[in-house]
Structures are given as structure tokens and as C-alpha cells.
């Protein structure tokens, strides 16, 4: 079964730090580019970062960028996204999502999403 | 990257109607274009991509068209199961989301 689990989430202060993980079965994980995108509380969808499938290549939203770090271990079929300099407006429920690739060509879209792990940001 | 916006911001329909979502952009791009569905609580769903090609198990009522600036996602005889909010997303540089339509009961 195809599947993507993140975990990690939780309350921080503002200006602390947290560190996510999401753990892939079911797929080529080490052929796979990797997202993580969030959604805030009664907001739309917002994708956050990216990493290609050898860990060589970050792309950043803007508003993240400088915070936030993605990261992949292939070996433990992982991916993880750390977190600083927290603020309420990072409060979300962050998704681990996998890009699809069709015969051997990325779609630029994504096909596997994870549950999602919440993470609130107060004092 | 170009913004998308979608209309409407919510939608109340019955089973068994058709409805339409669209999603515009401020300007022209390629057909890079595609939907999810999302329900409180659950992973999003991709339905479409590449504007109109469905995603394998996803039921044929769902159809999207569209181009240069005007996309749409079409559900023809809406079904209970299909009552969630759903989005655009476009890729450019970055992945851009709509900000959603919400179908609710009528």
C-alpha cells in the first residue's frame, strides 16, 4: 500500500523550533521528488518547499524561506522538514506529498499525500 | 508566479446535479492545471492534471477543460461522496493553489 506518514507535529512557542518527519512505503522513494505543503486553519492550501529526488536541489515559498530546511535520508525512506523562528502564522496541518512521475517524467503535480501532522504555534 | 483564483468560494448543490468550478489566471500559461478534491480531516485527492487528464480510479463524472487563462472542473451528476472543497493548482516556477470552492449540501 502506498503510503506517507508524517509525524512530529505539535505546540511550539513563537520563535521555537520543531522538526517534522514523514516515512514512505509503497513507493520508489529514492526516485521520488518530494514536497511538503501546509494548510493553515480555515485557509486554502499552500505548498512550502521541495526537494528532488537525490536531496540536491531545495526550492522555498517565500514564506519560509530562510526558516524552514527540507531533507531527505533515502536510506530510511524519510523526508524531513525543520522548522525555526516559528510564528502563529506557521500554524497548520503540514502534509508530506510526493510528485508523480509518468513513465519516467515528472507531471509537475502531486498524486500521494500524507494525513498530515498539525502544528501549532502560540505562547 | 501567476496567482490563480477560483469562483466560486462556495457552492451549494444537490445529488445529482452538475456543477462547475472555475479557476483564472491574471495571465496566460501553459496547461499546467490541476484539481483536488479535499475533505476535513483526510488527504487531498488529485482528480486532474495537465487540465483534463483524470487520475487513474477517479470516477469519469469528474472532466476538466480550459485554457490560456480560464480552466474548469466539471462533476456531472454530483454523488454524495462528492461534497468537499476542491482546488486548483498551477505549476510554474512553484506550485500555486486557488483558494478552493467548497460544495456544500443545498
Known amino acids: 500500500e502506498v503510503q506517507l506518514v508524517e509525524s512530529g507535529g505539535g505546540l511550539v512557542q513563537p520563535g521555537g523550533s520543531l522538526r517534522l518527519s514523514c516515512e514512505a512505503s509503497?513507493?520508489?522513494?529514492?526516485?521520488?521528488?518530494m514536497n511538503w505543503v501546509r494548510q493553515a486553519p480555515g485557509k486554502g492550501l499552500e505548498w512550502i518547499a521541495y526537494?528532488?529526488?537525490?536531496?540536491?536541489?531545495?526550492y522555498y515559498a517565500d514564506s519560509v524561506r530562510g526558516r524552514f530546511t527540507i531533507s531527505r535520508d533515502n536510506a530510511k525512506k524519510s523526508l524531513y522538514l525543520e522548522m525555526t523562528g516559528l510564528t502563529n502564522d506557521d500554524t497548520a496541518t503540514y502534509y508530506c506529498?510526493?510528485?508523480?512521475?509518468?513513465?519516467?517524467?515528472?507531471?509537475?503535480?502531486?498524486?500521494?499525500w500524507g494525513q498530515g501532522t498539525k502544528v501549532t504555534v502560540s505562547s | 508566479d501567476i496567482p490563480v483564483t477560483q469562483s466560486p468560494s462556495t457552492l451549494s448543490a444537490s445529488v445529482g446535479d452538475t456543477v462547475t468550478f472555475t479557476c483564472r489566471a491574471s495571465?496566460?500559461?501553459?496547461?499546467?492545471l490541476a484539481w483536488f478534491q479535499h475533505k476535513p480531516g483526510k488527504a487531498p485527492k488529485l482528480l486532474i492534471y495537465?487540465?483534463?487528464i483524470l487520475e487513474t480510479d477517479v470516477p469519469s463524472r469528474f472532466s476538466g477543460s480550459g485554457s490560456g487563462t480560464e480552466f474548469t472542473l466539471t462533476i456531472s451528476g454530483l454523488q454524495p461522496d462528492d461534497f468537499a472543497t476542491y482546488y486548483c493548482?498551477?505549476?510554474?516556477?512553484?506550485?500555486?493553489f486557488g483558494q478552493g470552492t467548497k460544495v456544500e449540501v443545498k
Open positions: 506529498v510526493k510528485e508523480k512521475v509518468q513513465r519516467g517524467r515528472r507531471q509537475y503535480v502531486f498524486d500521494v
Open positions: 495537465k487540465t483534463s
Open positions: 509503497g513507493i520508489l522513494f529514492s526516485g521520488s521528488e
Open positions: 526537494i528532488n529526488y537525490m536531496g540536491s536541489a531545495t
Open positions: 493548482q498551477h505549476y510554474e516556477t512553484y506550485w500555486t
Open positions: 495571465q496566460s500559461f501553459s496547461n499546467s
